[in-house]
């Protein structure tokens, strides 16, 4: 009897899957057999983790924010792979400054990235299945800041509530057509993005990156910072049938951090 978690044979793209959460996803998925296109503004350091895979992986460069640019990355992954059957969309970014501080292009960039990235690597992903008649899965990567406000990370957070709204709406519309759609909300993962916010919280908030680190910690229940692999395994879970039931969540993988 096939295993609800057995992904062999199946194929997925991932964008900004060249490090960090990304990363730890396409080895997630690799290891479940899956052949992987990772899709990145760095395409070299794509290739080096394409280059440790146990799976033949196909490397592509993506500007998430440029329609046309995740039209090419798609329509390559197609043709390389024969088809995709999960879309991990995931590129985000990430700056910190005071609500009232914050700037036209820091909100702009906030919300090209992590928003309209999502919304175009869906979109266009979703156009590809219907034309063709082929069912799919999509997940979708917000962030524990899109179901709370965070403080210094108003654009952030307000883009990641989006996600979420996004990731709904599109659930209940592809729901007749065998796509499910569901998002992760991760909460404070040990990354190279978490060591950049680490040092802006420390100095907006005149603390020391030690104290801003144990302040993660001591809000997270279970006790310690979060691994990428944390996230990749859930990731793997709502691509896999063992969540076949299930779209339009927004699943919190933070560690006791958010309970709702």
């Not at 709370?148 to 654009?155: N, R, S, T």
Request: aromatic fraction near 6%; proline fraction near 2%; charge should be negative.
């Amino acid at each position: 009897m096939r295993s609800v978690f057995d992904l062999s044979g199946k194929t997925a793209l991932v964008t900004g899957g060249a490090s960090g959460i990304g990363a730890a996803i396409v080895r997630a998925l690799d290891g479940a057999g899956v052949r992987v296109a990772i899709t990145d503004l760095d395409v070299t350091r794509a290739q080096l983790l394409a280059d440790e895979l146990a799976n033949d992986a196909v490397c592509l460069p993506i500007d998430v924010r440029v329609r046309a640019s995740v039209q090419s990355a798609l329509d390559g992954a197609f043709e390389a792979l024969g088809g995709i059957d999960i879309l991990i969309a995931n590129a985000g970014v990430s700056t910190m400054r005071a609500a009232i501080e914050l700037t036209d292009e820091e909100w702009d960039f906030n919300f090209d990235v992590n928003t309209r990235g999502v919304f175009l690597a869906n979109q266009i992903y979703c156009r590809r299945l219907l034309d063709e008649g082929r069912k799919g899965v999509i997940v979708n990567t917000a962030s524990l800041a899109g179901k709370v406000g965070a403080p210094l990370l108003g654009h952030y957070s307000a883009s990641k509530f989006a996600v979420l709204g996004w990731t709904q709406s599109l659930a209940r519309e592809m729901a007749a057509h065998g796509i499910r759609v569901n998002a992760v909300c991760p909460g404070f993962v040990r990354t190279s993005m978490q060591e950049r916010e680490v040092e802006w919280e420390a100095s907006l908030r005149k603390m020391t990156p030690d104290a801003v680190r144990e302040e993660y910690v001591s809000l997270t229940p279970l006790g310690r910072l979060e691994e990428p692999e944390d996230v990749a395994d859930v990731v793997l879970f709502l691509a896999s049938d063992a969540a076949r039931f299930m779209t339009g969540q927004g699943v919190n993988v933070t560690g006791g951090v958010r309970m709702d």
